[in-house]
């Protein structure tokens, strides 16, 4: 009884056959449990007539109610016809009853739906993505840390500050000093090595003299994390 | 005073811009599905009387705006009104109350058509597909979705308007149709 595919027609303000029969028991002030539908079909017809040409699928939707009435209507006023009835149609009165109960419940409840659509009080919730952020959370300490760090460095010499010619600094000399602290201490840090005021000359000319000795393989050198100082070690003979 | 379990789930409910989990609440802030629970039913009774709510559907939980204050909200957002004609409305209510079902429990109760009601609907995200049912050509079943819960300003289905006639005075549909399915 129902089509396959089309748009939804409204019937004359009945959104369906059901809508119409429940649409004539409150019109008529009647209770859907005691009402003898049977007694509706009279009706119900009536409204159909007054209908203006329809879409075939709505009209046979409605017709196929129709029919129910009708046959409630003979079966109640003439009861020898039960039996025959009942073996080719399986939807007897309180079928009908119970789908129009049904639809009812549905009504009231789409009716309260359609209230609170109305009243507009709705939710929101919050739109947009999560923010890209940087991958470790931010550390007041780090920062602090980060900043006196800045201000030590900005408070030491400046190389065009210092008299010191270029000549002074040779990888050749300072890889045999660094060799000779290595040989006595076992260990020592990068800035231990560069010493209190270094410049940047002497922190380069220092920096490759290590990276010599790490590829003659004469010292270990480690790091625990990023920007850490660097652990010199001498490498144990083999 | 509100539990620091409940303040740390409202923190990450808060950044999130989707429904969150209970069970990847419990992930991020190291506790049991069940102290979650506890922290979201003291968070959500925390909120009463502010501009906040906590809805969920079913184990997915959200923060939302309060269905009072929609209309300020919907001012600064520039959202417009939802319009939904009676006939979806309907489709809607069978769909919101009986859910998952299928076009034909939806077309059984309307005695109508719902094709065009159930594809209006879906374009508005208001009901979704959840999967299929285990009988005959495997009808597709629908559910509501977020956009209903918040269009509506329903904090969750237990929020659904209650009916006069209550939900056991009728069969449910699936009853009815295994009785129909049996005798025939």
């Given at each position: 009884m129902l089509g396959p595919e089309g748009p939804h027609v409204t019937v004359e303000g009945f959104d369906g056959p059901l809508d119409l029969l429940l649409e004539l028991v409150e019109e008529k002030k009647l209770d859907i449990l005691t009402v003898r539908l049977g007694?509706?079909?009279?009706?119900?017809?009536?409204?159909?007539?007054?209908?203006?040409?329809?879409?075939?699928?709505?009209?046979?939707?409605?017709?196929a109610l129709a029919?129910?009435?009708?046959?409630?209507?003979?079966?109640?006023?003439?009861?020898?016809?039960?039996?025959?009835?009942?073996?080719?149609?399986?939807?007897?009165?309180?079928?009908?009853?119970?789908?129009l109960l049904e639809y009812a419940v549905v009504r009231e409840r789409a009716g309260a739906l359609g209230d609170r659509l109305r009243s507009g009080e709705r939710g929101f919730h919050r739109e947009g993505g999560t923010p890209e952020l940087p991958p470790r959370g931010g550390e007041v300490l780090a920062l602090a840390a980060a900043w006196s760090k800045v201000l030590a460095l900005a408070s030491r010499p400046r190389e065009e500050g210092v008299v010191a010619p270029g000549e002074r600094?040779?990888?050749?000399?300072?890889?045999a000093e660094i060799e000779a602290i290595v040989a006595e201490h076992a260990q020592v840090t990068f800035t231990e090595l560069l010493s209190t005021e270094p410049t940047l000359g002497w922190a380069v000319v220092t920096f490759i003299a290590l990276l010599d000795l790490y590829r003659r393989s004469v010292i270990d050198l480690e790091q625990s994390e990023l920007f850490a100082d660097i652990l010199i070690r001498r490498k144990q003979a083999a | 005073m509100r539990s620091g379990l409940a303040n740390a789930v409202?923190?990450?409910?808060?950044?999130?811009?989707?429904?969150?989990?209970?069970?990847?609440?419990?992930?991020?802030?190291?506790?049991?599905?069940?102290?979650?629970?506890?922290?979201?039913?003291?968070?959500?009774?925390s909120y009463q009387g502010t501009g906040l709510r906590l809805a969920h559907d079913g184990d997915d939980w959200q923060l939302v705006t309060a269905p009072e204050h929609a209309a300020h909200v919907a001012a600064y957002l520039g959202a417009d009104r939802l319009r939904v004609s009676p006939a979806s409305l309907e489709t809607l209510a069978i769909i919101a109350?009986?859910?998952p079902v299928t076009r034909a429990d939806v077309e059984s109760i309307r005695g109508v058509n719902c094709d065009q009601t159930i594809y209006t609907l879906m374009?508005?995200?208001?009901?979704?597909?959840?999967?299929?049912?285990?009988?005959?050509?495997?009808?597709?079943?629908?559910?509501?979705?977020?956009?209903?819960?918040?269009?509506?300003?329903?904090?969750?289905?237990?929020?659904?308007?209650?009916?006069?006639?209550?939900?056991?005075?009728?069969?449910?549909i699936g009853e009815r149709d295994a009785v129909g399915d049996g005798s025939a």
């Open positions: 007694e509706l079909a009279d009706a119900y017809l009536a409204r159909i007539r007054a209908l203006d040409a329809l879409p075939a699928d709505e009209v046979s939707a409605f017709l029919s129910r009435l009708v046959l409630l209507k003979a079966r109640s006023l003439l009861p020898s016809l039960i039996p025959l009835a009942e073996t080719d149609e399986g939807e007897s009165e309180e079928d009908l009853r119970a789908r600094y040779s990888v050749e000399e300072r890889t | 409202e923190s990450v409910l808060f950044v999130a811009e989707k429904p969150v989990s209970r069970a990847e609440l419990a992930r991020v802030v190291g506790a049991t599905p069940k102290q979650v629970e506890t922290a979201l039913t003291e968070l959500a009774a109350y009986r859910q374009q508005r995200r208001l009901i979704e597909e959840r999967g299929r049912r285990e009988a005959p050509g495997r009808p597709i079943l629908y559910g509501t979705t977020w956009e209903f819960l918040e269009c509506f300003g329903l904090s969750s289905l237990d929020d659904l308007p209650r009916a006069l006639t209550p939900e056991g005075a009728i069969p449910a």
